[in-house]
């Protein structure tokens, strides 16, 4: 047994974070999920820029949508469609033995709507009923804009991959959201089982305070708010108010741990990985992080549900003068900032590829 298969067997789902055509096509994909327990991915702006930028694969489909006269955003988006369905149907064996438990792929709304509301309601719902997959996740951010569109599409029926949280109070706040979208479908005679999960994300904490702490305290920060939030989400799980809506036939919002690919080349690079073992949650982790997991064999390790020493960590840090509060603020706020640059790095390449196949690519008249 390989250590991906050893966590999978835990009760922990392990996805992909990575989406080409080409592992699509040269059939990587299908290999991770038959060797390495692959059960889902995850994608956003900056791997399909990397995808698109360092390739030919997307060149011919580029052109074909040229001819038909699209451009810009609404050309990205029919081409990750295209991937993320493909992906979705190599996927849906695992959704249907799961039963919508496990098998999933994402798909992030335009960063640019993070802080609308309404336009983010729209996106969702245009995006999930043009992808016609059970099995695709929306990706809404748990800022305080994004939270009621969160309930919102809930309410609708469109799952939802909560995305950049970075605490337990953003943890809490996106969980609840997540409910009341439950709680509405349940008082409206509407089916509760829509399925969601909720993003933490981890090394990025410790990128931030790197240089800011002792050495003792290195790569320790994102663990132990992993913990903290993995608490609470025991805690939600097992209290009245979500008792209630599973008696309805509702299902917990399972918990997603993002960033867990080591910055610190110092570090193991499954720093994360072995600290965060879980069940019922899932790990999205970057390929290199999955070749140095599967050269691994079985990890044993599994992460308290009490929170373990979470607290007298996040006390040394404070001691340290790190606010953890303003910090997961920042980090939201800046996470934000960030998928606005890799869209709009998006746009650029897509523009930039269009320019180019275009010269010899005549657009359909009235395209």
Same mark, same amino acid.
């Given at each position: ?68 006269? @699209? ?67 929306? @990706? ?90 993995? @608490? ?126 275009? @010269? ?8």
């Amino acid at each position: 047994m390989n250590a991906p298969q050893s966590l999978h067997d835990k009760g922990q789902s392990l996805w992909l974070d990575n989406i080409t055509r080409d592992l699509l096509d040269n059939g990587t994909l299908k290999r991770y999920i038959d060797e390495w327990s692959i059960t889902g991915l995850t994608s956003n702006p900056t791997i399909f820029d990397q995808a698109i930028k360092n390739s030919t694969a997307y060149d011919a489909a580029i052109a074909e949508k040229l001819r038909s006269g @699209k451009s810009g955003e609404a050309l990205f988006f029919e081409l990750a469609l295209e991937d993320l369905t493909r992906a979705a149907d190599l996927f849906r064996p695992i959704y249907e033995k799961t039963h919508g438990v496990d098998g999933y792929v994402s798909l992030e709304v335009s960063p640019l709507l993070a802080y609308d509301t309404a336009s983010t309601i729209a996106a969702a719902k245009d995006l999930s009923a043009r992808a016609n997959r059970a099995n695709l996740f929306i @990706k809404i951010p748990g800022t305080k804009e994004g939270l009621p569109a969160i309930e919102e599409a809930i309410f609708s029926g469109v799952p939802i991959n909560v995305t950049l949280l970075f605490s337990r109070e953003q943890y809490v706040a996106a969980a609840e959201a997540f409910l009341r979208g439950i709680e509405r479908r349940i008082a409206a005679g509407l089916d509760p089982l829509v399925n969601s999960v909720a993003s933490l994300f981890v090394s990025r904490w410790d990128v931030a305070v790197a240089d800011k702490v002792p050495e003792k305290l290195r790569g320790k920060l994102g663990i132990a708010i992993t913990q903290r939030a993995y @608490k609470a989400a025991i805690a939600l799980f097992g209290s009245e108010r979500w008792r209630r809506v599973y008696n309805f036939g509702a299902r917990a919002q399972r918990p997603l741990w993002a960033s867990t690919g080591t910055k610190d080349p110092k570090m193991s690079p499954l720093l994360y990985v072995e600290a965060l073992a879980s069940p019922f949650t899932v790990n999205t982790m970057p390929e290199v992080t999955l070749k140095a997991l599967a050269s691994h064999s079985e990890l044993t390790h599994l992460m308290p549900p009490d929170g373990g020493d979470c607290e007298e960590v996040l006390a040394e840090f404070g001691k340290a003068g790190i606010d953890i509060n303003a910090l997961a603020a920042r980090l939201q706020e800046e996470g934000a900032k960030s998928f606005v640059a890799s869209w709009q790095e998006l746009m650029g390449v897509i523009a930039a590829k269009s320019a180019s196949i275009g @010269k010899s690519t005549p657009v359909k008249a009235g395209g």
